[in-house]
């Protein structure tokens, strides 16, 4: 389960060039009304400030926004990047992720490929990606606590 006794870290921003706020800032009210800390590190964030700011902040999720449909580009190399630190976080990304995007679910088996957990398209309800998180973050937990026990034994 998730720790309770202090809320979720998540790091949320819009990756590249990509200058919409919209979006980013419904999903950082959506997650703080359900008692997340989100840290929202705005527009047009690299893939290196992802990084930094979930070491920084002791994140347990990444949460990468896009609506300029370019994210395919922008996201290359991401989760190598990660795998190369000790960050051990759920990644998520969610908006317009392609230009002329017309199957989506072609879309987001690309991003699932490039290691993404879970990939939304712009229409999602927030609330939604909010369930998502908590599923995802509930799983992972639960596998952590079931390696420590084995470990242990």
Not at 76 to 99: C, M, P, Q, R, S
Not at 108 to 122: A, H, I, K, P, T
Request: glycine share 8%; net charge negative; proline share 1%.
């Amino acid at each position: 389960m998730v720790n309770t006794d202090m809320a979720t870290k998540v790091i949320l921003g819009v990756i590249g060039s990509d200058a919409h706020v919209v979006g980013i800032t419904i999903l950082e009210q959506a997650l703080e009304a359900n008692g997340f800390d989100v840290v929202n590190l705005g527009v047009q964030t690299s893939q290196e400030e992802f990084l930094e700011a979930a070491g920084e902040h002791d994140a347990e999720a990444i949460l990468v926004s896009s609506l300029y449909g370019h994210a395919k580009q922008d996201c290359e190399g991401f989760h190598e990047k990660l795998a190369a630190t000790d960050l051990d976080v759920v990644t998520y990304i969610g908006g317009n992720l392609a230009v002329g995007q017309d199957d989506f679910e072609e879309t987001e088996r690309f991003f699932r490929e490039l290691g993404f957990d879970r990939v939304f398209d712009s229409e999602t309800d927030p609330e939604e990606a909010v369930a998502a998180l908590r599923t995802d973050l509930d799983v992972r937990s639960s596998e952590d606590e079931r390696e420590r026990i084995y470990a242990d034994a």
